[in-house]
């Protein structure tokens, strides 16, 4: 028996007007998905436990059995894992986004906040714009004046650490739930170190609004990276092994270092795809291929991880959000599973949304999700497609925790 799991990040929605009331997972062409799920257990799941901020960092850290009460000491550690950064004790670590500012040489405080990944950025102009930043003498000396350092990653998501760090009581809201909107009423504060940052930030602003590569992407009609914002903070932290606990082993198939970084430190493979951005023009077919691969190899469980339905609604366009749903469908979930079946494999598959991510806000949100678990040996006729409201007719499921027991009938 094989074990399949597909996150469709952020795809989970509330009706939108421009649908006629209907939410994306209820208007989106995804025909494969609807077959699998009118032969599955089709429920909702609280995947965040409610005294804590959805996301995918709790989310998923729930999804893969590890309570977020216990384990959750913050985003940035489970990103470093991913991306291979070790954070050592005694460190903070935090996000660190390139983002896209107000042109300008205004002050900081007054400028609103365009793009939280500085227009979806590349990673190879990402890391060539952190560098010469953490290389201009003013802010490098400023980074040595409170301790802090960067890690490059290819993507608008790099590593900032901060030795001796206080990240006690700090409040640094998350780019991505502000856009379009002046940063100064969200000054981060909370203690003193908060005023550091910040102070930094607005070096980085100031570094970064003439940079000739940044020149050069407004030449091109793309947007700045003009920015850098510090997010997601947290500590060194250890899971629970996974193959231990469940017995199975596996891989990690994802473009969002997040996802891979909870999958290391719980003991699983790492697997990258050249090409796999977290957008609708992600290499499809070269996770598809991955996850033929490792379930080829031996592998037990193999996790498969899209992510861009969420950043299509961090982005504002629901025709991408509508397609990365579609493609999940057309390009992974249907290929995958006549592939399974023209090998003779038996499989359990559970398909969910790691969260909601609104249209209407931009941001995500942490009520129940609707997830399917279905098994090729004993379907179970439902009838129903897979949407929100149709998940809130099957059995709930209070922890997210409970769900990979529910995937290997351990539970």
């Known amino acids: 028996m094989k074990y399949i799991l597909i996150i469709g990040d952020g795809m989970a929605d509330n009706p939108v007007p421009e649908l006629g009331g209907k939410t994306p997972l209820e208007a989106a062409e995804k025909p494969a998905i609807d077959a699998m799920a009118a032969k599955s257990r089709l429920g909702s799941v609280l995947t965040v436990p409610r005294a804590l901020p959805p996301g995918s ?13 216990l384990y959750f000491t913050g985003r940035s550690p489970l990103e470093a894992a991913g991306s291979g950064v070790q954070v050592e004790p005694g460190w903070a670590s935090y996000r660190c986004n390139m983002v896209c500012l107000e042109d300008g ?3 900081f405080e007054e400028k609103k906040i365009l793009s939280h990944n500085a227009g979806s950025i590349d990673g190879a102009t990402s890391i060539a714009i952190i560098t010469a930043l953490c290389a201009d003498p003013e802010f490098h000396a400023a980074m040595e004046e409170i ?3 960067i ?33 100064g009423p969200y000054k981060f504060h909370g ?9 930094l930030m607005a070096l980085a602003n100031r570094k970064l609004e003439h940079l000739p590569l940044n020149e050069q992407r407004r030449a091109e009609g793309k947007k700045p990276a003009n920015g850098i914002w510090f997010w997601a903070e947290g500590t060194a932290v250890q899971l629970p092994n996974f193959v231990e606990h ?21 003991g699983l493979k790492k697997i990258e795809v050249e090409g796999a951005t977290g957008e609708v023009d992600t290499n499809y077919a070269g996770k598809l291929q991955a996850a033929k691969d490792a379930l080829l190899s031996g592998d037990e469980f193999v996790c498969l991880h899209l992510e861009a339905p969420d950043e299509s609604t961090h ?8 397609l990365a749903i579609h493609q999940l469908d057309s390009l992974i979930v249907a290929p995958l599973t006549a592939w399974m079946e023209q090998q003779g494999m038996d499989y359990r598959l559970l398909l969910l949304s790691d969260h909601k991510t609104l249209m209407s806000t931009r941001t995500h949100d942490g009520d ?14 439902t009838g129903l497609s897979y949407t929100e409201a149709n998940g809130e007719k099957g059995p709930y499921v209070e922890k997210g925790t409970d769900l990979m027991g529910l995937l290997f009938e351990t539970e």
Not at 57 to 69: E, R
Not at 191 to 199: E, I, T, Y
Not at 246 to 266: D, E, K, N
């Open 57 to 69: 960092d709790t989310a998923i850290l729930s999804i893969f059995g590890c309570d977020p009460n």
């Open 105 to 107: 040489d205004g002050p």
């Open 147 to 149: 301790g802090m350092r």
């Open 151 to 183: 890690a490059p990653t290819p993507s608008f998501r790099h590593i900032a650490m901060q030795k001796d760090g206080d990240i006690q009581g700090i409040v640094c809201k998350p780019p991505h739930d502000i856009l379009g909107q002046v940063i």
């Open 191 to 199: 203690n003193d170190n908060a005023g550091q940052l910040w102070k």
């Open 246 to 266: 469940y017995g199975r082993s596996g891989s990690v198939i994802s473009a969002v270092p997040l996802v891979h970084g909870i999958g290391v430190l719980t």
């Open 315 to 322: 982005n504002g366009s629901l025709s991408d959000k509508l």
């Open 368 to 381: 129940p999700v609707p997830y399917l678990i279905y098994d090729s040996t004993k379907p179970q006729p």
